[in-house]
């Protein structure tokens, strides 16, 4: 069956960094869009990056210059290089492989930002 297991979450300090990576199984990767979401306590979860099955990228504003998104089809992997860290990016990170007739999460991966 399909799984997607997220590692790299974690305590940082404001302005740190840390990369999450999700890595896929019992899936044809290369063919799905893969995202990051992410969801802070009492709010909705939303989409932080995407990264198409033929490589463009998208950012939601608030992580455009901070974040970036890379996939490796070779590995099934997808990470989230995670720069410039603020508290308010506090939240569970979840990794999702979505296309037409299709869509799969991780568990998810705690990111907290706080000194």
């Known amino acids: 069956q399909v799984q997607l297991v997220e590692a790299g979450g974690g305590l940082v300090q404001p302005g740190g960094s840390l990369r999450l990576s999700c890595a896929a199984s019992?899936?044809?990767?290369?063919?799905?869009?893969t995202n990051w979401y992410r969801q802070a306590p009492g709010k909705q979860r939303e989409l932080v990056a995407t990264?198409?099955?033929?490589?463009?990228?998208n950012y939601a504003d608030f992580v455009k210059g901070r974040f970036t998104i890379s996939r490796d089809n070779a590995k099934n992997t997808v990470d989230l290089q995670m720069n410039g860290l603020k508290p308010e990016d506090t939240a569970v990170y979840y990794c999702n492989l979505a296309r037409i007739g299709g869509s799969y999460w991780g568990q998810g991966t705690q990111v907290t930002v706080s000194s």
């Open positions: 990264i198409t099955s033929a490589g463009n990228t």
């Open positions: 019992g899936i044809i990767f290369r063919i799905y869009a």
